[in-house]
C-alpha cells in the first residue's frame, strides 16, 4: 500500500508523520519545555512578589507606630503630631501631602517637610517663624517676622528694628503679610546707614503713599520709597550730604524717590 506525506527519522527511529502534524526533534523539544519552564517560573515569582507586599500591607511591620516632630519652640510638638493622623497608617501607600498642608498653614510655620523612616517612624521637620521686629499701625502692635507675616502669642525681640505705618488702622490678623519690601529694605538700611554715613536710624516710617522713610540721629529724614535702585539712592544720599554739609541739613527731609531727581525741603 502506498503510504502519503512526509517521514522524519529520529535517531534511528521511523515514525509516519499524519497529515498536517509538524513533527520536531529532542532538541527543540527541550528549549521549548526550558521556556515553559522560565514562564513557569517567572509567573511564580510575580505571584510571590505581590503576595509578599499584600501581606507586608495588613502586617504590623510596616504600620506606623512613630511619630516624631523636630524643629519646634513656640509650637505644640503633641498637637502637630496629631495632625498628620497617621498612627497605624501603611509606610507603604499613605500619602501625608494633605497634613504637609495643614500644618504649612499654621501662621508660625515657615516651612514643613514629612518623610518616612524605616520601618515604623514618620518625622515631621518644621521651620517656624522667628519674630524679627514690631509693626504698629494704628493702635495695633504686631510682631512680624523678618518676611512680615504677623506672628500670634510671641514676644517683640529685644532691641528687633520697629516699622510704623502711616496708613491708618489696619485690622492684621496672624498669618496675615505686611509690605515685603518695607521690611526687606528696613533691614538692609539698617545696616547700611551706620556702616556708610556713621549714623544711626532712629525712627522707621512706611506708607503706601510714599514708601519708606527714615529719621536719622543727625536730625534730618531721608525719603528711600522703594527698594528699586536703592544703591544709587545712597550714593546720591552721600553726594548731596558731602555738598552740604551734616549741620546743614538738621531739620530737612532728602527725597530720594525720584532716582536722579531728589528734592531737598
Same mark, same amino acid.
Given at each position: 500500500?502506498?503510504r502519503? @506525506? ?5 535517531? %534511528? ?6 497529515? @498536517?502534524?509538524?513533527?520536531i ?25 505581590v ?5 507586608l ?6 504600620? +506606623?507606630?512613630?511619630?516624631?516632630v523636630? @524643629?519646634t ?10 495632625m498628620?493622623?497617621?498612627? %497605624?497608617?501603611?509606610? &507603604? *501607600?499613605?500619602?501625608?501631602? %494633605? ?7 499654621l ?15 514618620v ?26 507675616y *504677623? ?7 529685644p %532691641?528687633?528694628?520697629?516699622?510704623r505705618?502711616?496708613n491708618g ?13 518695607a521690611?526687606? &529694605?528696613?533691614?538692609?538700611m &539698617?545696616e547700611?546707614?551706620p556702616a556708610?554715613?556713621?549714623?544711626? +536710624? ?12 527714615l529719621k ?6 531721608? +525719603? ?15 553726594? *548731596?550730604?558731602?555738598?552740604? @554739609?551734616?549741620?546743614s541739613m538738621?531739620?530737612? +527731609?532728602l527725597?530720594?524717590r525720584?532716582g536722579d ?5
Amino acid at each position: 500500500m502506498t503510504r502519503h @506525506g512526509p517521514v522524519f527519522q529520529k535517531r %534511528g527511529n521511523r515514525r509516519q508523520a499524519m497529515r @498536517g502534524d509538524v513533527l520536531i526533534d529532542d532538541a527543540t523539544r527541550r528549549r521549548i519545555n526550558r521556556r515553559r519552564m522560565h514562564r513557569a517560573l517567572a509567573a511564580m515569582s510575580v505571584l510571590m512578589v505581590v503576595a509578599g507586599i499584600v501581606g507586608l500591607y495588613f502586617s504590623p511591620i510596616l504600620r +506606623v507606630q512613630r511619630v516624631e516632630v523636630a @524643629g519646634t519652640s513656640a509650637l505644640n510638638a503633641e498637637e502637630i503630631a496629631d495632625m498628620i493622623d497617621a498612627q %497605624g497608617e501603611s509606610m &507603604l *501607600i499613605s500619602d501625608f501631602s %494633605g497634613a504637609e498642608e495643614r500644618i504649612a498653614e499654621l501662621s508660625l510655620v515657615q516651612s514643613v517637610s514629612i518623610e518616612r523612616r524605616w520601618p515604623q517612624t514618620v518625622r515631621i521637620s518644621i521651620v517656624e517663624r522667628s519674630p524679627w521686629g514690631t509693626w504698629l499701625a494704628g493702635d495695633g502692635i504686631y510682631v512680624i517676622d523678618s518676611e512680615g507675616y *504677623i506672628l500670634p502669642d510671641v514676644a517683640s525681640p529685644p %532691641g528687633g528694628p520697629t516699622i510704623r505705618s502711616l496708613n491708618g488702622g489696619e485690622d492684621l490678623q496672624p498669618g496675615d503679610r505686611v509690605d515685603e519690601d518695607a521690611v526687606q &529694605l528696613t533691614s538692609a538700611m &539698617l545696616e547700611d546707614v551706620p556702616a556708610r554715613f556713621q549714623m544711626n +536710624v532712629t525712627t522707621v516710617e512706611w506708607s503706601t503713599a510714599k514708601g519708606l522713610t527714615l529719621k536719622t540721629d543727625a536730625g534730618y529724614q531721608v +525719603v528711600i520709597g522703594d527698594s528699586q535702585n536703592v544703591d544709587y539712592k545712597l550714593a546720591v544720599w552721600q553726594q *548731596i550730604e558731602s555738598q552740604l @554739609g551734616r549741620e546743614s541739613m538738621n531739620g530737612h +527731609v532728602l527725597d530720594l524717590r525720584f532716582g536722579d531727581r531728589p528734592s531737598y525741603q
